[in-house]
């Protein structure tokens, strides 16, 4: 059974800093390329950051300079450092992965509320 446990999110005052974690099983988590994405209430879910095909990185324009995606492949971690948060950071975060081949093979995490705000 696959699953991805993220962790991390929480309140946060604007310019403060959070980093989230995801933490996979049941896969070889090498052979897939994670990713971040968010929600926020009345929007449709957006890409914040993932690792592609070629190992690099695509992150938002919204984020860029502030968000960074990296991996941890002993722990099968992905995580996402958040700087100099805003309040229109706020949303719910969700973990992704994606196989680095066979792309139909995509698993979500149940996501971690982060909020920014005095």
């Known amino acids: 059974q696959v699953r991805l446990v993220e962790s991390g999110g929480g309140l946060v005052q604007p310019g403060g800093s959070l980093r989230l974690s995801c933490v996979a099983s049941?896969?070889?988590?090498?052979?897939?390329?994670p990713g971040w994405y968010r929600q926020a209430p009345g929007k449709q879910r957006e890409l914040v950051a993932v690792f592609t095909k070629g190992g690099a990185t695509i992150t938002a324009d919204s984020v860029k300079g502030r968000f960074n995606i990296y991996r941890d492949g002993g722990s099968n971690t992905a995580y996402l450092q958040m700087n100099g948060l805003k309040p229109e950071d706020t949303a719910v975060y969700y973990c992704n992965v994606v196989h680095w081949q066979e792309t139909q093979r995509t698993y979500w995490g149940q996501g971690t509320q982060v909020t920014v705000a005095s």
């Open positions: 049941g896969i070889i988590f090498n052979l897939y390329n």
